[in-house]
């Protein structure tokens, strides 16, 4: 009855990220360089956050998915805002690395 419900009210449904990467998208992990170093998933490009404003750059259409990931979900979703601000018009936030590897 609570995933119905969830299903019926949620504004944001989890969109099929599945679909996003083979639509072209990407998966950006934010964490810092020694972080991704010890895992990640694979494919993804690494823009530690706080060099995210300097380096957006490397990602090269602003309407392209983008998929932002990080250990939990904080630093995924603040990049998500950063992106969103700086003009990206598909970014979704896949929130902790290891979940999102598990949804895809």
């Given at each position: ?5 969830k299903k ?9 990220y599945s ?16 972080e991704?170093?010890?895992g ?8 530690p956050l ?9 990602l ?8 932002t990931?990080c250990?939990?979900?904080m630093?995924?979703?603040?990049a998500?805002?950063i992106?969103?601000?700086?003009g990206?018009t598909?970014v ?9 590897h598990?949804?895809l």
């Amino acid at each position: 009855m609570l995933k119905i419900l969830k299903k019926l009210f949620n504004s944001n449904p989890e969109p099929d990220y599945s679909e996003l990467l083979k639509n072209n998208g990407i998966i950006l992990d934010v964490r810092t360089k020694n972080e991704y170093a010890i895992g990640h998933i694979k494919g993804s490009k690494n823009i530690p956050l706080n060099s995210l404003t300097t380096h957006h750059s490397k990602l090269t259409k602003k309407d392209q998915p983008i998929i932002t990931c990080c250990a939990s979900g904080m630093r995924s979703a603040n990049a998500k805002r950063i992106l969103k601000n700086l003009g990206y018009t598909n970014v979704h936030n896949g929130g902790g690395w290891r979940k999102l590897h598990n949804k895809l």
